[in-house]
């Protein structure tokens, strides 16, 4: 079974501009989490899609969004890129429909640089 | 924010030797899972115990777990150079039901194993 991808695997942006990063999960998954990794504020949580509905939400300004599509593949998007959005984004995958005690499979995730 | 802090927050032993790593959270937890990130990668699921379990193994690796502490840690046994990476523990914590796709993670141990 094909694991998590995301892409792009790097990017390099301008303060001001946007981006969006796209996230495949595991066949037959249909829950996508996203992470923000930073040195300083270690991983944090981004928001969480389940059938295309999201469920929950961190604490990240409206800059950030982000969807899920029929077949569960899910974007993020963030506007607005500020320096301290430089981070590596991560997403995870699991089949939730098992009940809360579930893995979640991450991807390689995307190193955003913003400059 | 983070669930909770690790310990150590570096771990520098030779090959053969066992690593112990602390971690501890502040809510109460459905479960807790042990993850693994070489170098700025995805993260790799290593274990999850769940809030009614006190001790799970999986190879070279045992998990402990006290919820009256708050607390687990991770052993790993006869370390080999391929340990080396950042160690994360994570909640899901919302107990009797699901967090829906969140988990919270400690800010991680970086253990380095020497051959």
């Known amino acids: 079974k094909a694991g998590v991808t995301q892409t792009p695997r790097y990017l390099i942006k301008t303060r001001g501009q946007q981006v969006t990063l796209s996230c495949s999960p595991i066949?037959?998954?249909?829950?996508v989490s996203w992470y923000q990794q930073t040195p300083g504020q270690g991983l944090q949580f981004l928001f969480e899609?389940?059938?295309?509905?999201?469920?929950n939400k961190g604490n990240f300004p409206g800059r950030f969004s982000g969807r899920q599509f029929s077949n569960s593949r899910s974007e993020m998007n963030v506007s607005t890129l500020e320096l301290g959005d430089s981070a590596l984004y991560l997403c995870?995958?699991?089949?939730?429909?098992?009940?809360?005690?579930?893995?979640?499979?991450f991807g390689p995730g995307t190193r955003l640089t913003v400059t | 924010s983070q669930q909770g802090e690790e310990d150590p927050q570096a771990l520098s032993i030779q090959e053969g030797e066992n690593a112990t790593m602390n971690c501890s959270y502040k809510?109460?937890?459905?479960?807790l899972q042990w993850y693994r990130q070489n170098s700025g990668r995805g993260l790799v699921h290593l274990i999850l115990?769940?809030?009614?379990?006190r001790e799970k193994h999986s190879g070279r690796l045992r998990v402990t777990l006290d919820t009256s502490k708050k607390s687990s840690s991770l052993l790993i046994t006869a370390s080999r150079a391929a340990d080396t990476a950042s160690y994360f523990c994570?909640?899901?914590?919302?107990?009797?039901?699901?967090?829906?796709?969140?988990?919270?993670f400690g800010q991680g141990t970086i253990l380095t194993v020497h051959p």
């Open positions: 995870a995958s699991s089949n939730l429909a098992g009940g809360p005690d579930t893995e979640q499979y």
């Open positions: 066949s037959g998954h249909r829950s």
């Open positions: 899609y389940f059938s295309e509905t999201q469920r």
């Open positions: 809510t109460s937890i459905n479960n």
């Open positions: 115990i769940r809030s009614n379990e």
């Open positions: 994570a909640t899901d914590a919302r107990a009797g039901g699901t967090s829906y796709g969140k988990l919270t």
